[in-house]
């Protein structure tokens, strides 16, 4: 006997230390990943699946995000336009000499227009305008008229060329129409200013030294700003400053996200400590009852982090909301504890409990299994978070607990466990054995008229919760700069990047050509600073038909005009020795003013075809005229039209639409689970319950006229995982000890309550996603539990096992 105490103790010795190394290497692993940089992640592209058909679309996408994203506008508004730029000028200083910055341009640097002349000046015969085009095509006095408008109308500001190089004004004409300055911001004493009425605003362009979504680079930023706009109010009380870019939106996130993570913690771990506290009456299994769900917390951090190697804030907000469901199986376990008395023996209380626990585990991880199932990033990674967590918990009740629960209990919460009995034997009375078909049927009467009044809504907003502020300020920058950064743009694609700007130049054809309510406020392509080939080669076309047909009355129309004879040769020289050269794309972006418009360039694709892709974006996308974009986009080869949060949105509503089948047959199997653990009759019964609330919770949503989305199907797979586990706790324990059903149903009464306390809390969210999540989960848990005695074996049952 001796003996076998004495390996006994070194098992629970053994089993106790394996444990704490486990614990110590996942909580040195987080620790390691939180300090060498922060894990969390707050981009919110990150949180979305891929929507588009077409890869290259996905990856125009990303590379419009990743061009616009590390750049931060900040705009500085007063009514008296001397204040607005002195305090453009200062803010501008503060934020340069802050270091926050890769760079501050506030106060323009000097710029050589002639730069953007000099590339564009060996090909100036293939560059023409369109009104140019018309009037060369137009003969001779056409001619003659052009040439006398460019040398005695008055200087023009903007980009010039020499009238040397270009007598008729063609290039000049050509770059006007450049895209260079499609807003209301105008150049006034080195500043970008926009005036509207008797307001003056300067704007302030940033660009991050790192990524917008890192901690660090967003509490610099932040820590600056805020430096800088404490020193002009000082200065100048009359001036406002407003901001817009992915690092406010992004840092807002997390500090909401990081405050509803203390919240939902706290308030779990509180709420949880004060009923297990008021149940069980003792400090020390509410500390082992925490012991096994910190050790799931902090394994599911561990890894989820070494999985995905980012961590969400919003798997990090669903984290602590599976404190609740997680303390749920050592919950049971101390009522077999408690109930053991004096004749505890810890293996034989796992064993008594593992039937029990291994059901709401197997039941819990279908639902979780089928959102790791969902093609949606943030879904699979919350999904694998709760299976960690829940498993490690599992285990440390069947493996941890029985070592570090070894001697009896001292007291057991009698007097509360024969209550609980009583009001188990008389609600069962009322809704269990053969009532609970007619139960069933009462509330599926009911239900009906709720469930046809259902409806759907599947906007990605649900998925986000911008800050009103930043949104209020975004909208003012957007007034002052009259530049739509509209998320909507045109994909097109080719074999050959002579290709891809044909098709873009015919798609911008299409779009001048819309008119009324379908017309459009104008469009960005690399096709305005690049002109296909063909083009090119169709205005050099044009000219030697109609002007350099004939050099010698073109050389004398120049020498009559005024031009001195070796100008006019010169330019007949350049005519001959420019002959077919063209300018390409990859000429463009070598040069350096092109880097801001480098994003409508997205260049080879597909290696292995050698496709090339470019995007069109569109200004002033209406719900009024984008049918029409779409229906240009399907009749134009090599081109697709995207619109990321209406993808989304398709996507979610699919979705949606999925779940109701998979939420089918995650039923028929859990069904298929009891009915092989309790029998056909047993698990239908057992079924039943988390069946009920399921409908009651959908027909709840219909009455209060709540309109469904992914999220409430998607907890209602919860629903299904864990309801179930209410019913199942209460028919193992009428097989395991029929005279402990008391201390049993306050097991599962104080197990649900800790779950509807922890994830009822994400009913709290600023996040809709997660509201509808939380309330869903709230609302089907509570009726799993109320509904659970009515999958209890009737008396004959009981007897018959």
Same mark, same amino acid.
């Given at each position: 006997m001796q003996v076998l105490q004495q390996r006994a103790g070194r098992h629970t010795w053994g089993v106790r230390a394996a444990w704490l190394v486990l614990a110590v290497v996942?909580?040195? %692993?987080?620790?390691?990943?939180?300090?060498?940089?922060?894990?969390?992640?707050?981009?919110? #592209?990150?949180?979305?699946?891929?929507?588009?058909?077409?890869?290259?679309?996905?990856?125009?996408?990303?590379?419009?995000?990743?061009? +616009?994203?590390?750049?931060?506008?900040?705009?500085?508004?007063?009514?008296?336009?001397?204040?607005?730029?002195?305090?453009?000028?200062? #803010?501008?200083?503060?934020?340069?000499?802050?270091?926050?910055?890769?760079?501050?341009?506030?106060?323009l640097p000097p710029f050589d227009t002639s730069q953007i002349a000099r590339l564009y000046l060996p090909y100036r015969f293939n560059l023409l305008a369109a009104d140019d085009r018309a009037a060369v095509a137009g003969g001779s006095a056409a001619l003659h008229d052009a040439l006398a408008q460019r040398l005695y109308s008055p200087i023009q500001g903007g980009l010039s060329t020499p009238v040397a190089d270009d007598p008729f004004g063609w290039l000049q004409h050509w770059m006007a129409g450049l895209p260079l300055a499609t807003s209301n911001l105008e150049i006034e004493d080195g500043l970008l200013v926009a005036h509207r009425g008797a307001v003056t605003s300067v704007l302030i362009v940033t660009t991050l030294p790192g990524s917008a979504y890192e901690s660090k680079t967003q509490r610099a930023v932040l820590d &600056?700003?805020?430096?800088?706009?404490? =020193?002009?109010?000082?200065?100048w009380p009359d001036v406002t400053v407003a901001r817009t870019g992915a690092v406010f939106y992004a840092q807002s996130a997390r500090a909401a996200s990081e405050s509803e993570v203390h919240l939902i913690g706290v308030a779990s771990i509180c709420g949880i400590a004060l009923l297990m506290m008021w149940v069980f009456r003792s400090p020390r299994l509410l500390l082992l009852g925490f012991v096994s769900t910190a050790l799931g917390v902090v394994c599911a951090l561990a890894v989820t982090m070494l999985v995905f190697g980012k961590l969400h804030l919003l798997t990090? @907000?669903?984290?602590?909301?599976?404190?609740?469901?997680?303390?749920?199986?050592?919950?049971?376990y101390f009522v077999v504890y408690l109930g053991g008395a004096r004749d505890w023996e810890p293996r034989r209380g796992a064993r008594e409990v593992r039937p029990a626990l291994s059901v709401a585990l197997a039941t819990s991880l279908l639902g979780y299994a089928i959102l790791a199932w969902v093609p949606f990033p943030a879904l699979r990674q919350i999904a694998c978070f709760a299976i960690a967590g829940i498993c490690t918990a599992f285990a440390?009740?069947?493996?941890?607990?029985?070592?570090?629960?070894?001697?009896?209990?001292?007291?057991?919460?009698?007097?509360?466990?024969?209550? *609980? =009995?009583?009001?188990?034997?008389?609600?069962?009375?009322?809704?269990?054995? !053969? !009532?609970?078909?007619g139960v069933a049927v009462l509330l599926v009467i009911v239900a009906i008229p709720g469930w046809l009044r259902l409806?759907?809504?599947?906007?990605?907003?649900?998925?986000?919760?911008?800050?009103?502020?930043?949104?209020?300020?975004?909208?003012?920058?957007?007034?002052?700069?009259?530049?739509?950064?509209?998320?909507?743009?045109?994909?097109?694609?080719?074999?050959?990047?002579?290709?891809?700007?044909?098709?873009?130049?015919?798609?911008?054809?299409?779009?001048?050509?819309l008119t009324g309510k379908l017309k459009t406020g104008g469009w960005q392509s690399v096709t305005s600073f690049v002109p296909s080939a063909k083009?090119?080669?169709?205005?050099?076309?044009?000219?030697?038909?109609?002007?350099?047909?004939?050099?010698?009355?073109?050389?004398?129309? +120049?020498i009559d005009a005024g031009f001195r004879d070796e100008v006019g040769d010169a330019w007949l020289k350049a005519w001959t020795q420019s002959g077919q050269a063209v300018l390409t794309v990859d000429q463009w972006l070598a040069v350096p003013w092109s880097q801001p418009y480098r994003h409508l360039w997205l260049g080879e694709v597909d290696t292995a075809t050698h496709g090339y892709a470019a995007v069109v974006i569109p200004q002033g996308v209406t719900p009024a005229n984008e049918p029409a974009l779409l229906a240009m986009a399907h009749a134009s080869p090599g081109v697709v039209f995207v619109d990321k949060a209406a993808s989304v949105s398709s996507l979610f509503g699919a979705y949606r639409v999925d779940s109701g089948i998979w939420l089918a047959g995650a039923l028929a199997l859990v069904m298929v689970l009891?009915?092989?653990? %309790?029998?056909?009759?047993? *698990?239908?019964?057992?079924?039943?319950?988390?069946?009920?609330? @399921?409908?009651?919770?959908?027909?709840?949503?219909?009455?209060?006229?709540?309109?469904?989305? #992914?999220?409430?199907?998607?907890?209602?797979? +919860?629903?299904?995982?864990?309801? &179930?586990?209410? &019913?199942?706790?209460? !028919?193992?324990?009428?097989?395991?000890?029929?005279?402990?059903?008391?201390?049993?149903?306050?097991?599962?009464?104080?197990?649900?309550?800790?779950?509807?306390?922890?994830? *009822?809390?994400?009913?709290l969210s600023a996040m809709p996603a997660l509201k509808s999540f939380g309330a869903t989960l709230a609302l089907g848990i509570a009726v799993s539990v109320l509904l659970a005695p009515a999958g209890m074996p009737s008396q004959d049952e009981r007897r018959a096992v």
């Amino acid at each position: 006997m001796q003996v076998l105490q004495q390996r006994a103790g070194r098992h629970t010795w053994g089993v106790r230390a394996a444990w704490l190394v486990l614990a110590v290497v996942a909580s040195l %692993y987080c620790v390691w990943r939180f300090t060498v940089g922060s894990p969390l992640q707050t981009n919110l #592209l990150a949180l979305l699946p891929a929507t588009e058909a077409d890869p290259v679309a996905e990856k125009a996408v990303d590379t419009l995000a990743a061009a +616009l994203g590390d750049r931060t506008v900040l705009l500085v508004t007063s009514n008296d336009a001397a204040h607005a730029k002195a305090a453009a000028k200062s #803010l501008g200083g503060s934020l340069t000499k802050s270091g926050a910055f890769s760079s501050v341009i506030a106060e323009l640097p000097p710029f050589d227009t002639s730069q953007i002349a000099r590339l564009y000046l060996p090909y100036r015969f293939n560059l023409l305008a369109a009104d140019d085009r018309a009037a060369v095509a137009g003969g001779s006095a056409a001619l003659h008229d052009a040439l006398a408008q460019r040398l005695y109308s008055p200087i023009q500001g903007g980009l010039s060329t020499p009238v040397a190089d270009d007598p008729f004004g063609w290039l000049q004409h050509w770059m006007a129409g450049l895209p260079l300055a499609t807003s209301n911001l105008e150049i006034e004493d080195g500043l970008l200013v926009a005036h509207r009425g008797a307001v003056t605003s300067v704007l302030i362009v940033t660009t991050l030294p790192g990524s917008a979504y890192e901690s660090k680079t967003q509490r610099a930023v932040l820590d &600056a700003v805020a430096q800088g706009e404490s =020193a002009l109010k000082s200065s100048w009380p009359d001036v406002t400053v407003a901001r817009t870019g992915a690092v406010f939106y992004a840092q807002s996130a997390r500090a909401a996200s990081e405050s509803e993570v203390h919240l939902i913690g706290v308030a779990s771990i509180c709420g949880i400590a004060l009923l297990m506290m008021w149940v069980f009456r003792s400090p020390r299994l509410l500390l082992l009852g925490f012991v096994s769900t910190a050790l799931g917390v902090v394994c599911a951090l561990a890894v989820t982090m070494l999985v995905f190697g980012k961590l969400h804030l919003l798997t990090l @907000v669903f984290g602590a909301s599976l404190i609740g469901e997680a303390v749920d199986y050592s919950i049971q376990y101390f009522v077999v504890y408690l109930g053991g008395a004096r004749d505890w023996e810890p293996r034989r209380g796992a064993r008594e409990v593992r039937p029990a626990l291994s059901v709401a585990l197997a039941t819990s991880l279908l639902g979780y299994a089928i959102l790791a199932w969902v093609p949606f990033p943030a879904l699979r990674q919350i999904a694998c978070f709760a299976i960690a967590g829940i498993c490690t918990a599992f285990a440390s009740v069947l493996w941890l607990l029985p070592a570090l629960l070894v001697h009896a209990p001292k007291r057991t919460p009698q007097r509360l466990f024969n209550g *609980g =009995a009583t009001l188990l034997k008389r609600w069962h009375a009322v809704i269990g054995g !053969r !009532r609970a078909w007619g139960v069933a049927v009462l509330l599926v009467i009911v239900a009906i008229p709720g469930w046809l009044r259902l409806t759907s809504d599947d906007d990605i907003h649900l998925l986000i919760q911008r800050d009103p502020a930043l949104v209020a300020q975004e909208q003012k920058v957007r007034d002052a700069i009259g530049v739509d950064n509209s998320a909507q743009f045109f994909v097109v694609r080719g074999e050959t990047p002579e290709m891809v700007l044909q098709r873009a130049e015919a798609l911008g054809t299409r779009l001048n050509a819309l008119t009324g309510k379908l017309k459009t406020g104008g469009w960005q392509s690399v096709t305005s600073f690049v002109p296909s080939a063909k083009r090119q080669r169709e205005n050099r076309a044009l000219l030697a038909q109609h002007v350099f047909n004939d050099p010698a009355a073109l050389r004398a129309m +120049l020498i009559d005009a005024g031009f001195r004879d070796e100008v006019g040769d010169a330019w007949l020289k350049a005519w001959t020795q420019s002959g077919q050269a063209v300018l390409t794309v990859d000429q463009w972006l070598a040069v350096p003013w092109s880097q801001p418009y480098r994003h409508l360039w997205l260049g080879e694709v597909d290696t292995a075809t050698h496709g090339y892709a470019a995007v069109v974006i569109p200004q002033g996308v209406t719900p009024a005229n984008e049918p029409a974009l779409l229906a240009m986009a399907h009749a134009s080869p090599g081109v697709v039209f995207v619109d990321k949060a209406a993808s989304v949105s398709s996507l979610f509503g699919a979705y949606r639409v999925d779940s109701g089948i998979w939420l089918a047959g995650a039923l028929a199997l859990v069904m298929v689970l009891l009915m092989a653990r %309790y029998r056909p009759r047993g *698990g239908i019964m057992v079924t039943l319950p988390v069946l009920l609330a @399921v409908g009651v919770t959908l027909a709840v949503f219909g009455y209060a006229r709540v309109p469904l989305n #992914l999220f409430n199907w998607l907890a209602l797979m +919860l629903v299904l995982g864990v309801g &179930a586990n209410y &019913a199942v706790f209460l !028919r193992e324990g009428c097989i395991r000890a029929p005279h402990e059903l008391g201390a049993v149903w306050t097991g599962v009464l104080l197990s649900a309550s800790t779950t509807l306390l922890s994830f *009822g809390l994400l009913g709290l969210s600023a996040m809709p996603a997660l509201k509808s999540f939380g309330a869903t989960l709230a609302l089907g848990i509570a009726v799993s539990v109320l509904l659970a005695p009515a999958g209890m074996p009737s008396q004959d049952e009981r007897r018959a096992v």
